[in-house]
Every structure is written in structure tokens, then in C-alpha cells.
């Protein structure tokens, strides 16, 4: 996913000098065509993610648009105030990237586990928030989020994550891609976890289940849209996300569905119950323990619909 | 425009407003009164009919708190009417007690949560040079500020950047919030700190305005350092039972001490 970020931005920075980017000194290998490419769009701040908020704002206030990155927690909750009030509040152009959303630095240990930065993001006035799930959404997002005024939370993965999609999609901010129509059940996905998702499906669809599918990669403004449209067709809404049960993408759909006049789904949000992860493991073997393995997924869907 | 005449007013305007709001940090807005007042008098290059001039000197005020008196020195240079100012804390106002930009022309910058003037006011300095502008970019900051280590993120950044364009003003009255600056969290060495850092650094008297004029104008000899203009100053300047009291950072002035304030700054009461 940064890799195909990456090579977007600098695709888009090549034709719009007012494109910049700022890392907290991160992105070893990874920044190295746009830094090298377009060194006066490109500024290192250190490891200093206040200030590189900070100046992304005041850029941003001078007519850029302006992508922080970094990874984890480090360009989200380590500057959490100088987005709300330098960046949200101001309208100013920043669009943060953070690498390594859930798991993907798993063995890292939980410095490192970005797992409630949906819900923290979200929850700040003025600001969008997308979680692509595959490189194909990486990159019509990056291009989407580049014309969107105001500030932007992009949540990517690592590398090496799988394509969903094959060939083109059709991206809009704040409309869910449905890959799947189903009458039973509706799974609804974000970010990277959608491979994870889509395999879910197959097996639920070969357990003979009629299973609906979206991608909800964008999570602030929600797809209102889109819920509804699975609370009519389906019995069961399943949420599937890398990140905390508590005010992610499950948060959104159950504030959604429950102020839906008429709905009938019954949702199950599965997401990380409690706690933070002190096991040691990488990203796959800590999705596995925490029950966002496809397998895991089937599970947990399984029993909810037993019972409902 | 006469400068003196500007801080005045300022300080009669910040007495009244924080009078009216029963609000705090007239001795914080006593304190930059003339340092505000030079620099909206003479330095700062604005048009009070086109407050996004492309051209014009951003200031930003990073010690948010002391909105009355930025508010006050734009509505005497024509920003907004000066009436509007007696609306400074009241319910459906624009005038929030710590600076803001909504809805109010010349303000570039929100501020109350300290330490995030300077990160801000340096992105624009380089964003400024990179597109080949001239106009400069000041920060007006507190003492007490400079306890937030983002702000030194933000001189590390502008020393290393050479940004030439960007000037920290540090209203220095060494009384912070609940105590002394010395009891508090020592800062001295402090222009010895700033020059360490890598700014070419000027001490001046922030009650003496052409001090400051000298000290906030452009540096005669070409150099690449951003400047940090040190303004040595008196926290609630210009009221005796105000000043170097840690007290008037939070006590409103009612009654009799209202009376009284206005009456040492020149005249009879506003309000």
C-alpha cells in the first residue's frame, strides 16, 4: 500500500508544485523517488510530529496541500491537538498518512499498533477519514483525497498487501464500493482487513449463505447510503475492521443503524475486543489470536447467525 | 500612526473588555500592549480593507489568550468597527477570549492551546521562501510558552531551514500563570538558548517603542538566521495594582479596581 501511495503522490506532486510532503522522519526506502524526484516539494521535520503538524498547517494556509507522514500512532495521536486545532479547525489542506494501520507492524509491539486511531480521528470535527483496502483503493484515494479541500486522515497498511480489485474501480469519497449483492448477510469492511473479508465470504457463501459485500473505505462521512441499503437487504451487518471494537467503523454503522427508521439487521461489529496485544507476532499471526483471520471472521459470523 | 496613542488604547480597550466579559489575562494583554502596538503601527505591511492581501506580514498570536488586545489593535486599524469590541466574551459572539479567526478580518490564526504559533508561523515562513515571496512572518509568544517542547521542535526546524523570513517575539514579563517563570520552569540562559539553537537573537525594552521598531524591522545585515526579538516587559504594563502580579493573569477587573485601571490609563471609564 505505501509503495503504490508513494508512487500516486508522485505522480500527482510531478504535475502540481503546490504538492508537498513532510515525514517525521520515516519512509527509509520508501520515500526515496518522490524525496529524490522532487526535492522542493519534499522536507524531513525530524522526529518531531508536532511540529510537522504544525508546519503543514501553516504551509497548507500558504496554498499547498500537504501530506504528513509517518507511521503508527506517530502523525495521529503524537500530534493529536495541532490536527484538530491547526489543521481541522483552519481548513487547511493536510492530509495525514499513517502507515502500518492494525497490525502491520505487529512485531513491533503495541507502540506500534495502530488500533484506535479510527476512532480518534473520526471523532475530531472537519476532517475525512479513509481507510483504503486494497493498493487499487490506495491509489484512487490518494488522488481523491488530493482535490478534497480541508484536512484528510489516510490509514494505510504496509506493503505486500493483496489486490481486491481487479482492474478499475469506481472511487468516491464517502460512497462504499459493493463487491458483492446478498440477501443473508452484509459484511461490511475497512481498510486493509478487506482480503480478509472477501475470503470470509467465500466460505460463508460455500456454507451456503448469501452474503453481501462492501468496502467502506471511507469512514468519516459515512455511507449512509450504503448502510441502509444493507439493513433492507440483509438479516445480519457484519463491521470487520483492524482496529478496536470502540468507535471505529462498527462505532459509525451501529450510530448509523440505530437511528435508521425501520431497520431490521441485527449487527455485529468484529473488531479487537479488549486490552492492549502484548503477544509477539507478526501481522497474520496476530489477526489469528485476535479473531480477524478470515477463518476467525467466519467463526464469529456463524454464531451470530445461529442466534438471530 | 502614532504607536503610543495605539497601545493606549489597546490597554483601555483590554481593561474595558475584560471588564465587560469578567473575563481573564488583562495583565497578559497589558503586558504586549506595546509590542502589539508597534508592530500593527508601524511594522506588520497589512490593508485593513483586504486582510488577505497576498503581499501582507502574517502575524500570528501564539499566546492566544491575549486576544483582546490583537482584537483591539485591529478594530484601531480599521479591521472591523471598534464598537464590536464591547462584544469580546458575550454570548453569540464572534470574540472568543482566546484569538480567533472566525468570522474576524486580520486574524491569521486560532490560538489558546500554547506552543503551536511557532510550528504554524514557521510552515508559512517556508512555504513563503519557497514561492519566492518577501513578506515576513511574525509569532508573538509568552514566557511561560516556551515550556512546550513542540515550540522547540519548531526553532530547531526554522534554525536549520534558515528561515530569515520568521520572527519570534517573546513577550517576556517572567510571570506565568500560577508563579514566577524562575520558580516555575527556569528559562534562563534564555537568548543564549534562542542563539544556540541557531536565531540571531535581539533584546529589547517591550515598552519602549522605538526599541522595538529597531528590533522588529528588518535586520540591516544580511543574515540567514530567523530573528527572535526578546521584549523584556512588565506584565500588566501601565495599571501600578496590576503589574508584576501573578494574580491579574486570572482576576477580571471589576467595580472600584475598574475605575481606577481607566483612570491610570489616561481617562475616565469606557463602560
Redesign the interface.
Known amino acids: 500500500m505505501r509503495d503504490e501511495f508513494i508512487r500516486t503522490l508522485t505522480d500527482i506532486a510531478k504535475n502540481n508544485r503546490n504538492v508537498?510532503l513532510i515525514t517525521g522522519d520515516l519512509g527509509f526506502g520508501v520515500l526515496t523517488k518522490f524525496w529524490t524526484e522532487l526535492p522542493?516539494q519534499f522536507?524531513n521535520?525530524?522526529v518531531?510530529e508536532?511540529?510537522m503538524?504544525?508546519?503543514?498547517?501553516?504551509?497548507?494556509?500558504?496554498?499547498?496541500t500537504?501530506f504528513t507522514y509517518s507511521i503508527a500512532n506517530f502523525p495521529t495521536l503524537r500530534c493529536l491537538?495541532?490536527i484538530r486545532?491547526?489543521a481541522c479547525?483552519?481548513g487547511a489542506a493536510v492530509k495525514i498518512v499513517a502507515i502500518g494501520g492494525g497490525f502491520a507492524y505487529g512485531s513491533l509491539g503495541i507502540t506500534h499498533h495502530a488500533t484506535e486511531d479510527i476512532a480518534i480521528m473520526r471523532a475530531l470535527p472537519d476532517i475525512t477519514v479513509v481507510a483504503p483496502g486494497d493498493p487499487v483503493e490506495v491509489a484512487a484515494a490518494t488522488r481523491a483525497i488530493c482535490k478534497l479541500p480541508g484536512t484528510c486522515y489516510l490509514r494505510l497498511g504496509r506493503g505486500g498487501e493483496p489486490h481486491v480489485h481487479q482492474g478499475e474501480i469506481q472511487f468516491t469519497v464517502g460512497k462504499a464500493i459493493r463487491l458483492f449483492t446478498g440477501s443473508d448477510i452484509a459484511i461490511i469492511a475497512t481498510g486493509g482487513i478487506l482480503k480478509q473479508a472477501v475470503d470470509a465470504r467465500e466460505a460463508l457463501k460455500a456454507a451456503g449463505l448469501d452474503v453481501a459485500l462492501y468496502s467502506m473505505h471511507t469512514v468519516k462521512p459515512l455511507d449512509r447510503e450504503a448502510i441502509a441499503e444493507a439493513a433492507r437487504t440483509a438479516k445480519l451487518i457484519v463491521t470487520v475492521e483492524e482496529h478496536s471494537v470502540v468507535g471505529g467503523l462498527g462505532g459509525a454503522v451501529a450510530e448509523t443503524l440505530a437511528q435508521l427508521p425501520g431497520a431490521k439487521a441485527i449487527l455485529k461489529i468484529i473488531g479487537l475486543e479488549a486490552g492492549f496485544s502484548s503477544v509477539v507476532g507478526d501481522q497474520d499471526y496476530l489477526r489469528g489470536i485476535y479473531g480477524l483471520s478470515a477463518k476467525s471472521i467466519v467463526r464469529s459470523v456463524m454464531q451470530t447467525w445461529k442466534i438471530i | 500612526m502614532d504607536t503610543r496613542e495605539l497601545a493606549l488604547k489597546i490597554r483601555r480597550h483590554a481593561v474595558t473588555m475584560t471588564h465587560l466579559g469578567k473575563s481573564s489575562h488583562v495583565g497578559a494583554v497589558l503586558s504586549m500592549a506595546d509590542i502589539v502596538a508597534v508592530l500593527y503601527g508601524r511594522v506588520l505591511a497589512v490593508k485593513p480593507d483586504e486582510p488577505h492581501w497576498p503581499d501582507r506580514d502574517r502575524f500570528i498570536l501564539s499566546k492566544g489568550h491575549a486576544g483582546a488586545g490583537v482584537y483591539a489593535a485591529l478594530a484601531e486599524r480599521g479591521f472591523f468597527p471598534v464598537d464590536q469590541l464591547k462584544l469580546h466574551y458575550a454570548n453569540g459572539s464572534k470574540l472568543s477570549g482566546h484569538v480567533s479567526?472566525k468570522g474576524i478580518p486580520g486574524v491569521?490564526?486560532?490560538?489558546?492551546?500554547l506552543?503551536?504559533g511557532?510550528?504554524?508561523?514557521?510552515?508559512?515562513?517556508?512555504?513563503?521562501r519557497?514561492?519566492g515571496r518577501k513578506h515576513r512572518v511574525f509569532v508573538l509568544m509568552s514566557d511561560g510558552e516556551c515550556d512546550e517542547?513542540?515550540n522547540w521542535?519548531?526553532i530547531?526546524?526554522a534554525a536549520h531551514h534558515r528561515l530569515a523570513n520568521l520572527v519570534a517575539v517573546i513577550d517576556y514579563n517572567k510571570i506565568q500563570s500560577l508563579a514566577p517563570v524562575e520558580e516555575t520552569l527556569r528559562l534562563e540562559p534564555f537568548a543564549d538558548k534562542w542563539r544556540a539553537f541557531g536565531w540571531r537573537v535581539v533584546e529589547a525594552d517591550g515598552h519602549d517603542h522605538k526599541a522595538l521598531a529597531a528590533a522588529l524591522a528588518a535586520p540591516a545585515a544580511a543574515t540567514d538566521a530567523p530573528t527572535c526579538v526578546i521584549a523584556h516587559t512588565t506584565k500588566g504594563k501601565g495599571v501600578s495594582f496590576m503589574e508584576n502580579s501573578v494574580l491579574w493573569h486570572y482576576r477580571t477587573p471589576q467595580g472600584e479596581e475598574y475605575e481606577r485601571a481607566m483612570a491610570e490609563l489616561g481617562g475616565p471609564a469606557d463602560a
Open positions: 508537498m522542493a522536507v521535520a525530524g518531531a508536532q511540529n503538524t504544525g508546519l503543514a498547517a501553516g504551509m497548507a494556509l500558504e496554498g499547498k500537504v491537538e495541532q486545532n491547526d479547525y483552519h | 479567526h491569521e490564526l486560532s490560538t489558546g492551546s506552543g503551536h511557532l510550528s504554524v508561523g514557521t510552515g508559512m515562513a517556508y512555504a513563503t519557497l514561492d517542547g513542540s521542535e519548531a530547531m526546524f
